[in-house]
């Protein structure tokens, strides 16, 4: 089977300026490689500012305007580059961005979701996609700054989902939501990968991650530290990294022990 969505050493760095005409290079992402089938859930986790928004970005084409990204990246067997990736998007690719911002704050919700299409059956689509996150069709008339946190990402996962999408890229999807309705949700990914998709879930929560995920890949500073199967989570002595080991050790049912192995530590390259 052909990977819906194949990233062959993928690296990203910024350019900035230091003390005036001083350039530095930040390297941020550096070899990455993945690949989602069709039917496939692939989790990625790390901790705060390891690239994990960065990789969204870099797949769907956009990156800020200094940075600088090497490597490959297909979508169906074929390159993606920024132009395809924009035709793409919001149709067959969907990004559920990680800041509720990404909404329009001078727009009401029914406008922002139906993007200038009118036509009932579009509606029908948004307003059945809406309900299915507990949102009804009053939703449409309130503008952002009505919604409260939770409201508003339902609507920035139900406005992704809407279209049916062959690839769904959620950034972090679940902060600000109850537990019952992040558990929801996340079924809702697995049921469209289980439709088909390929769903790349970016996240911090690895406990999360774990109840749909059907392989893991662990970020540490950029680096892919770590790739396991769910499976490998259900014994510690089967984790190879350090900090793997260590977000093991943090999860509630494994019961606090993560003073008795060692942090992070040495696993983090040269940063
Ligand atoms: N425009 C930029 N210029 C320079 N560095 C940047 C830029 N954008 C992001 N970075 C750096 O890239 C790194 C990765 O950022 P990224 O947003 O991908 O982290 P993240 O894993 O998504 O974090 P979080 O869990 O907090 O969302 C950070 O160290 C950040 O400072
Ligand atoms: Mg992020």
Redesign the pocket.
Known sequence: MEPILKIRNLSIS?K?YEKGTKQRK?Q?IRNLSLEILPGQVAAVV??????????AHGILGIL?Y??QMKGEILYDGRTLDKKRAEELRGREIALIP?GVSWLDPLMKVGPQLFKGKKDAQTKTRYREALARYGLGPETEELYPFELSGGMARRVLIASAVAEKPRLVIA??PTPGLDERTAVRILGHFRELADEGAAVLL?T?DLRLALTIADQVTV?YN?ETIEKASPEDFQDIRRLKAPFTKALWTAMPEHDFKAAEIEGPGDVGGDA
């Not at 790390?46 to 990789?55: F, I, P, V, W």
């Open positions: 910024f900035q930040i941020t790390g901790e705060s500012g390891s690239g994990k928004s960065l990789l800020p200094n940075s990680q950034d972090e970016i911090h970020f950029g």
